[in-house]
């Protein structure tokens, strides 16, 4: 029989007594399973090396899902407490379109996985830690009698948006359709200022309700789960924070930011090379660094007003620019085999002096340059963090998923961030002018901007947070704890 107490003890080890009567220590195992998306993954890793450094009796297996197109295959971590997992690759029909539907063939392979890593004397199942789109996987984690925790890869902001329209939905018959590409606004307790529907993420708006339904299905089951690690800083989301006090949600645990700020990174190193050079020859904080993530990409159209809006402003650039893949193809941008046959005759000629086009960038590393001065962000999570962590303002340009409300968060709640366009959406036909980025990178730009003063507080309360002592550190403690205390009984007894 276990006993349970309320208070973990300062050393909970737990042991298991052998037929021999020696008593071995045993490991709690946890499985991890993330969404395939680069940036979940290497959030996901990082967070792992986070929880099995604090804590010696942890061990975690890293379940790898192969997605269509990319690589998952540079993973790799310093712990002898992490091992990765790669599933065999399933077969995903030609109608396939969403990260959804990709997952529910991986259901038994995740759960032969799990039957290997409990045949082990040694560990103890201590539960699953899923990411915000495998909600599927708490199913498998009920049939192993172990609980569920979800690892949240956005912001805490978002995580209550995503609870409280669910709650309209399904209390009040909220229609989400009311606000697609809508200035009307709604009132959500986790942001400052009322969230205009043109800002809402586009997954909300899917097929014939399609979007929608995922949506709920998801944040329906995050209700389900233990606890909720969310990869941001109580000091950047007070307000967001302090809104799930009282609630019915699980419990929220701000332990980030999360950030792969050492090693290599997905690209080559001669590129990179090639780029840090280039950046060593110019002068502090004057370089505008854009980068658009791992899906972002422009068609010709977009790229010359780009171009036109760059040369107009009289900034020294570094441009990350990626082609999108053909329409209705899901897969990665690429690079453009020839930039000059995008760009605005005369352009790069033009610019040589003050400018720089890449295709693939190593872009923790080049925010990290004491040249950059300036980010033109596509407002991805990781991306956001990185940015306040090295101290790097942002002028916002989202793509897609729940990027547009990012940038509104960054903008109007915050004030970390100037605008280019805080709505635009890759899969809509809006070009986005060179005048409007003229603008918007003047402003970037802006030396006394008060946006530069307030990133450059909130860099050193990013890098404190995670060192004992700061407040994510702490937070991460508490989940570590919480989480030992919920361990099954069953896991819990002696072999």
């Not at 007594?17 to 220590?25: D, G, I, K, Q, T």
């Not at 033109?376 to 101290?391: A, D, K, P, Q, R």
Request: glycine letters at 8%; hydrophobic letters at 40%; aromatic letters at 10%.
């Amino acid at each position: 029989m276990c006993h349970r107490t309320t208070k973990p003890s300062k050393h909970p080890i737990f042991f298991s007594l052998c037929s021999n009567r020696r008593l071995v220590m045993k490991q709690t195992e946890l499985v991890f399973i993330p969404s395939p998306g680069i940036g979940h993954l290497v959030a996901t890793v990082e967070i792992a090396k986070l929880m099995t450094h604090r804590d010696r009796r942890l061990s975690i297996t890293i379940l790898i899902m192969k997605f269509p197109f990319g690589s998952n295959d540079s993973m790799t971590s310093d712990s002898d407490s992490i091992r990765f997992l790669t599933l065999p690759p399933v077969e995903v029909s030609p109608g396939t379109t969403g990260i959804t539907e990709f997952l529910k063939p991986q259901i038994p392979l995740v759960r032969d996985a799990v039957h290997e890593i409990t045949r082990s004397n040694s560990v103890r199942l201590g539960g699953f830690v899923i990411d915000m789109f495998c909600t599927s996987m708490i199913d498998v984690a009920d049939e192993f009698e172990v609980p569920s925790y979800l690892f949240f890869t956005s912001s805490a902001a978002f995580l209550g948006f995503m609870f409280h329209l669910q709650f309209l939905h399904d209390n009040e018959g909220l229609d989400f359709n009311e606000f697609k590409d809508s200035d009307a606004e709604l009132e959500v307790p986790s942001y400052a200022n009322p969230v205009p529907g043109k800002v809402f993420p586009s997954l909300m708006f899917g097929k014939e309700g399609g979007g929608a339904e995922k949506f709920l299905y998801h944040t329906r089951r995050f209700r389900q789960v233990k606890g909720i690690m969310v990869n941001t800083l109580v000091e950047l989301e007070s307000h967001a924070i302090q809104s799930f006090s009282g609630s019915t949600i699980p419990p929220v645990y701000p332990v980030g930011p999360v950030l792969k700020t050492q090693g290599g990174s997905v690209g080559g190193q001669q590129d990179a090379s090639a780029v840090m050079s280039w950046l060593d020859d110019q002068p502090p904080s004057s370089v505008v660094f854009l980068c658009f993530g791992s899906m972002g990409g422009f068609g010709g159209d977009q790229v010359k007003e780009i171009a036109h809006g760059l040369e107009r402003s009289g900034h020294r650039f570094l441009w990350s620019l990626r082609q999108p893949p053909p329409k209705g193809k899901i897969e990665s941008p690429s690079n453009y085999a020839n930039v000059e046959e995008v760009l605005p005759e005369g352009f790069l000629h033009r610019t040589a002096r003050i400018g720089k086009v890449i295709g693939w960038a190593p872009q923790v590393a080049i925010l990290a340059h004491s040249a950059v001065g300036g980010f033109v962000s596509h407002c991805g999570w990781n991306s956001t963090l990185e940015s306040i962590y090295y101290g790097v303002p942002v002028a916002t340009w989202p793509m897609f998923a729940e990027q547009q409300i990012n940038a509104f968060q960054m903008v109007k709640d915050l004030g970390l961030a100037v605008e280019i366009k805080m709505d635009y959406n890759k899969d809509s036909s809006y070009i986005v002018s060179a005048q409007e980025i003229e603008i918007g990178l003047k402003n970037l730009m802006n030396i006394d901007n008060e946006v530069r003063k307030k990133r450059e507080e909130m860099k050193k309360i990013s890098k404190k947070v995670m060192i004992e002592g700061g407040s994510s550190h702490f937070s991460l403690g508490h989940f570590i704890e919480d989480m030992m205390v919920n361990i099954p009984c069953k896991q819990q007894s002696d072999i």
